[in-house]
């Protein structure tokens, strides 16, 4: 579940209730996720942790980056937090490590049609991602897949998600 609309920049700690809000989310999964894979992250062998994680991250969600205007706030999301300490890299950030120059935003992609009760349209953002380590994973490329040229790496018609897509290409 995607909260990045809720939050208010001028609310007292609107940061913490931002995280409070993730960790009650996510914190749960990622631990169990982080858990199970644990003994083969030490074991140097490469590992990919991908999908749709329904919440920015902090790589993201920086100083600059709200100063730029692409998010109200600095947000030090827990579950990339997490999964970076835990030694995994963020295969889009290693290649595009300015959020301001390059956000990536994978949600929403533009040709899903709102919900009936959208009254709001969602802010851009980046919920997808793959995570990647192992001693000799090196990523070469990586792309978005979605709906336009304009917001996308490689377009298609009628596209299918409300999510573009991430695509990335490793060399191990």
Known sequence: YYQGDSIDPDTPDAELQAINSARIAHETEINKVLWDIKSILSSGEPVFLTGDFNEPSHLDWTTESAQAGLHPLKVSFPTSKQ???????????ELFPDPVTVPGFTWPAGTYPETPDSSVADPEDRIDFIYFTGEKVQVKNVQRLGETADTSDISFANYPSDHRAVLATFEL
Not at 83 to 93: I, M, N, P, Y
């Open 83 to 93: 999964v970076t300490e835990a030694g995994l890299k963020d295969a889009f950030r």
